[in-house]
T-cell receptor
Framework: ETGVTQSPTHLIKTRGQQVTLRCSSQ?????VSWYQQALGQGPQFIFQ???????GRGNFPPRFSGLQFPNYSSELNVNALELDDSALYLC?????????????FGPGTRLTVT | AQSVTQLDSQVPVFEEAPVELRCNYS??????LFWYVQYPNQGLQLLLK??????LVKGINGFEAEFNKSQTSFHLRKPSVHISDTAEYFC?????????????FGDGTTLTVKP
């Protein structure tokens, strides 16, 4: 069973640029959630994708967008990067409709905006 | 909307001593409750969860937590800690009747176990 993987592990971008982060979900999982974890804080829910559609969104502006592909992998896109976007971005996969109700996290992508 | 407050940002403790990490939550709907651990430069790992039933839940690595509905708390305990338990611990809630995910997290408690 393959766990959740994310790429790249680290990334440095300049303010105003655009970035794409990638996530491969755990085998058999059909739901992906993205979180932003700023330094010294807990993860904040950005949005969730289920069956290739956005299924809930946290308090993040529209310049944060995402995609889910037929193989359930996912991308997080951030446009017009700001300094405050510097954070660890975590994705988590889960299987909708089960009683286990668990999500499994990847190791994260560390984004630094200068 | 939900909110989670972890009452201690840092908890230092000596090896083999007991520890309690405190978590209170607020929600207008019923929620599931979770504790996660995060080691340096890693993602989050589920320690335990409360979905229903017995209010005392046991998790991995000897941790347990007790759900108290009247006090809206979900405190994490371990009777005897090890050096390897040094990590960041997060309490989280997720509304019922939603897909897993969409969790609201506290800001974390840094547990430091000293020899």
């Amino acid at each position: 069973e393959t766990g959740v993987t994310q790429s790249p592990t680290h990334l440095i971008k300049t303010r105003g640029q655009q970035v794409t982060l990638r996530c491969s979900s755990q085998s058999g999982h059909n739901t992906v959630s993205w979180y932003q974890q700023a330094l010294g804080q807990g993860p904040q829910f950005i949005f969730q994708y289920y069956r290739e559609e956005e299924n809930g969104r946290g308090n993040f502006p529209p310049r944060f967008s995402g995609l889910q592909f037929p193989n359930y992998s996912s991308e997080l896109n951030v446009n017009a990067l700001e300094l405050d976007d510097s954070a660890l971005y975590l994705c988590a996969s889960s299987l909708a409709g089960t009683s286990a109700y668990e999500q499994y996290f990847g190791p994260g992508t560390r984004l630094t905006v200068t | 909307a939900q909110s989670v407050t972890q009452l201690d940002s840092q908890v230092p403790v000596f090896e083999e001593a007991p520890v309690e990490l405190r978590c209170n939550y607020s929600s207008s709907v019923s929620v599931y409750l979770f504790w996660y651990v995060q080691y340096p430069n890693q993602g989050l790992q589920l320690l335990l969860k409360y979905l229903s039933g017995s209010t005392l839940v046991k998790g991995i690595n000897g941790f347990e937590a007790e759900f108290n509905k009247s006090q809206t708390s979900f405190h994490l305990r371990k009777p005897s800690v090890h050096i390897s338990d040094t990590a960041e611990y997060f309490c989280a809630v997720t509304p019922l009747n939603t897909n897993a995910g969409k969790s609201t997290f506290g800001d974390g408690t840094t547990l430091t176990v000293k020899p």
